[in-house]
């Protein structure tokens, strides 16, 4: 198996082509050879690629999904990049606690990340009724191919439905 080159920082931002051949943009911000990227991604869907980056429009507050993902697609250049954040500032882009709903009992785990390393550092336990699950992102690494599904999903519903 070839081994790809990391051609991609934190405060990296791209687009993820979905499968209705519109774009969704993603901001790399924790990253880690080994262990794939923690990144941030934004709607609205994109007609086409934007010639420049326009970092306004990438607000914290309006992120569509979160999570551990794949560098892959970007390794490849199917998830051409844009350009970095000029400022680009960790505390600005935080790490959150993922959570693990996986089976079907009642028990949750939040688990902490090293802001470095990506290897997890801390499993909380819990139960459904003590935690918001919506509040955190799910854990796990998404793979690149699964994002764009995702993203489409999230992005364009009615494409789903059309294409079922």
């Known amino acids: 198996m070839p081994k ?6 934190n ?3 791209f687009c993820v082509p979905l499968k209705n051949g519109k774009y969704a943009r993603g901001v790399v911000a924790r990253s880690d050879e080994e262990l794939g990227i923690f990144g941030y991604f934004f709607g609205p869907c994109l007609d086409s690629i934007p010639a420049t980056l326009d970092e306004s429009q990438l ?3 309006e992120t569509v999904l ?4 794949s560098g892959m697609g970007l390794c ?3 998830w051409k990049q844009l350009g970095n954040i000029k400022s680009f500032q960790r505390k600005d882009w935080p790490m959150p606690m993922l959570i693990n709903t996986e089976d079907e009992s009642d028990r949750v785990e939040l688990v902490e990340y090293d802001e470095d390393t990506l290897a997890e550092k801390l499993i909380s336990v819990s139960t459904r009724g003590e935690v918001d699950i919506d509040a955190y992102p799910e854990d796990g690494v998404m793979g690149y191919k699964y994002v764009e599904d ?3 999903m999230k992005l ?3 494409f789903q439905s ?3």
């Open 156 to 158: 364009d519903p009615s």
């Open 162 to 164: 059309q294409n079922g």
């Open 76 to 78: 490849i250049g199917e």
């Open 59 to 61: 607000c914290i507050e």
């Open 11 to 13: 405060g990296t931002v």
């Open 150 to 152: 995702i993203l489409t």
């Open 66 to 69: 979160a999570g551990i993902f």
């Open 4 to 9: 790809y080159v990391n051609n991609y920082s």
